[in-house]
């Protein structure tokens, strides 16, 4: 028998191939409590983080729904205050419009005044006289440009303020707006799970923006946006109540001083009729004086005439008495009377031609008067004509201040203690 060939290649001993079997035994349990190390690990790290992810979540939701709670109710109080700022502006606006159309309600009367003024400088002569009518109605024309002079710097402060409340609710709507979106995003954050659409990876989503502010930042912005209106509509509070109560002053004022004007007026017509009546029994009298002058010039007249034709025949006597011839012209009892009778009838003659004269004067100087006293009555008539117009004229005033007072009805504005204009008044 032929032996076997031996076949190449390298031979491991028993020993060998046991110790190979002892290391493959020995790596493979290894290995299993390295892996078993790792399962025990990784389901550990997968339990904490499951619960960490859980929780991160409810918590990451509790503080989404809390800044959403915390954005409405300042979302509120902002939209409150907006509201408020609203009512404070129409306050503040129907305050204006009032004392707009106060302001417009002056300017008849001004125009009455003035006209008054203008009636009455038509007067003539003596007449035109500055009498305490004319002082009443200057006061007026003067207080009332300056009543319109003050509700007009009230009406511009009024305007004035009425920009700032309006920029303070523009600062407060825009907040709101703002409030509005925030709320609107934090709630759709609020909304989102793990199963959502709309969820993906975004680039560099922990970057701050460079415009963000802190917590203490975004309160304080709306705690001053609510502090700047509030203050705004205190100012606007106390704008109106100063306007109510000026307004209210200014037309105590105005009536006053419009109730001493028609008393002066009507005080003045009064001493005018009483001259006028004075002037016009004088007028009469004076013209019986003069008619009863008239008979008397006559009667002197004719007085003298009669005793120059009585003179004349003295006078004749005598010259013809002066032919008796011889002895018998003789200065005898009839010659010294008939002396007498020139004598005296001369004497009478010349009493009645000097009273005769002063009567005349008299009579001229009466007539003279007569026509001045008669210029002066129609300078009166025209003077007191002029004084009922004047009060016919005043008399639109109060047409137009009632029709004023039914126009626009004034109710009382509170202030911010609860006082209305009239209350303060009265204190």
Same mark, same amino acid.
């Given at each position: 028998?032929?032996?076997?060939?031996?076949?190449?290649?390298?031979?491991?001993?028993?020993?060998?191939? %046991?110790?190979?079997?002892?290391?493959? +035994?020995?790596?493979?349990?290894?290995?299993?409590?390295?892996?078993?190390?790792?399962?025990?690990?990784? $389901?550990?790290?997968?339990?904490?983080?499951?619960? #960490?992810?859980?929780?991160?979540? /409810?918590?990451?939701?509790?503080?989404?729904?809390? !800044?959403?709670?915390?954005?409405?109710?300042?979302?509120?109080?902002?939209?409150?205050?907006?509201?408020?700022?609203?009512?404070?502006?129409?306050?503040?606006?129907?305050?204006?419009?009032?004392?707009?159309?106060?302001?417009?309600?002056?300017?008849?009367?001004?125009? &009455? +005044?003035?006209?008054?003024?203008?009636?009455?400088?038509?007067?003539?002569?003596?007449?035109?006289?500055?009498?305490? &009518?004319?002082?009443?109605?200057? #006061?007026?024309?003067?207080?009332?440009?300056?009543?319109?002079?003050?509700?007009?710097?009230?009406?511009?402060?009024?305007?004035?303020?009425?920009?700032?409340?309006?920029?303070?609710?523009?600062? *407060?709507?825009?907040?709101?707006?703002?409030?509005?979106?925030?709320?609107?995003?934090?709630?759709?954050?609020?909304?989102?799970?793990?199963?959502?659409?709309? /969820?993906?990876?975004?680039?560099?989503? %922990?970057?701050?923006?460079?415009?963000?502010?802190?917590?203490?930042?975004?309160?304080?912005?709306?705690?001053?946006?609510?502090?700047?209106?509030?203050?705004?509509?205190?100012?606007?509070?106390?704008? $109106?109540?100063?306007?109510?109560?000026?307004?209210?002053?200014?037309?105590?004022?105005?009536?006053?001083?419009?109730?001493?004007?028609?008393?002066? *007026?009507?005080?003045?017509?009064?001493?005018?009729?009483?001259?006028?009546?004075?002037?016009?029994?004088?007028? !009469?009298?004076?013209?019986?004086?003069?008619?009863?002058?008239?008979?008397?010039?006559?009667?002197?007249?004719?007085?003298?005439?009669?005793?120059?034709?009585?003179?004349?025949?003295?006078?004749?006597?005598?010259?013809?008495?002066?032919?008796?011839?011889? &002895?018998?012209?003789?200065?005898?009892?009839?010659?010294?009377?008939?002396?007498?009778?020139?004598?005296?009838?001369?004497?009478?003659?010349?009493?009645? #031609?000097? #009273?005769?004269?002063?009567?005349?004067?008299?009579?001229?100087?009466?007539?003279?008067?007569?026509? !001045?006293?008669?210029?002066?009555? +129609?300078?009166?008539?025209?003077?007191?004509?002029?004084?009922?117009?004047?009060?016919?004229?005043?008399?639109?005033?109060?047409?137009?201040?009632?029709?004023?007072?039914?126009? &626009?009805?004034?109710?009382?504005?509170?202030?911010?203690?609860?006082?209305? +204009?009239?209350?303060?008044?009265?204190?």
């Amino acid at each position: 028998m032929s032996a076997l060939p031996a076949k190449p290649g390298l031979r491991h001993s028993v020993s060998e191939w %046991t110790s190979n079997n002892r290391q493959l +035994s020995a790596k493979a349990q290894h290995e299993r409590n390295v892996s078993n190390v790792i399962r025990q690990e990784g $389901r550990s790290l997968r339990n904490e983080t499951n619960c #960490k992810t859980s929780w991160d979540e /409810i918590d990451t939701s509790r503080r989404l729904s809390d !800044r959403a709670w915390d954005v409405a109710r300042c979302k509120e109080a902002l939209e409150t205050c907006a509201l408020k700022v609203d009512q404070e502006m129409e306050a503040l606006t129907l305050s204006k419009e009032q004392t707009e159309q106060a302001l417009a309600a002056t300017a008849v009367p001004l125009e &009455v +005044s003035k006209e008054c003024l203008m009636l009455r400088d038509g007067r003539r002569g003596h007449e035109l006289v500055a009498d305490p &009518v004319e002082e009443e109605l200057k #006061k007026e024309v003067e207080l009332i440009e300056r009543v319109q002079q003050d509700l007009q710097q009230h009406v511009d402060k009024a305007f004035e303020h009425l920009c700032v409340l309006q920029e303070a609710r523009h600062h *407060l709507t825009a907040d709101v707006q703002n409030k509005t979106e925030a709320l609107e995003i934090d709630l759709s954050c609020l909304s989102l799970t793990i199963t959502s659409p709309q /969820i993906s990876l975004k680039t560099n989503p %922990t970057r701050v923006p460079s415009c963000s502010s802190t917590p203490k930042e975004w309160i304080q912005n709306s705690q001053h946006n609510i502090v700047c209106a509030e203050e705004a509509m205190q100012v606007s509070q106390q704008i $109106r109540e100063d306007t109510s109560l000026s307004r209210a002053q200014l037309q105590n004022e105005l009536d006053t001083q419009c109730r001493a004007t028609e008393f002066a *007026l009507r005080k003045r017509s009064h001493h005018e009729e009483q001259a006028r009546s004075e002037l016009e029994w004088q007028i !009469r009298h004076t013209e019986g004086e003069m008619s009863e002058m008239e008979d008397d010039v006559h009667g002197l007249d004719a007085d003298m005439r009669a005793k120059t034709a009585s003179l004349k025949l003295a006078h004749t006597r005598l010259e013809n008495r002066t032919s008796r011839p011889g &002895v018998d012209l003789c200065r005898d009892e009839v010659q010294h009377g008939l002396v007498d009778e020139v004598h005296q009838l001369e004497a009478t003659i010349a009493a009645l #031609k000097q #009273k005769l004269s002063e009567a005349q004067h008299s009579l001229q100087r009466m007539k003279l008067h007569h026509s !001045r006293m008669l210029q002066d009555l +129609s300078r009166k008539q025209e003077a007191l004509s002029l004084e009922h117009r004047s009060m016919n004229t005043r008399g639109h005033l109060t047409t137009t201040s009632s029709v004023n007072k039914s126009l &626009v009805p004034l109710a009382p504005l509170t202030n911010s203690g609860g006082k209305s +204009s009239l209350q303060l008044l009265a204190e």
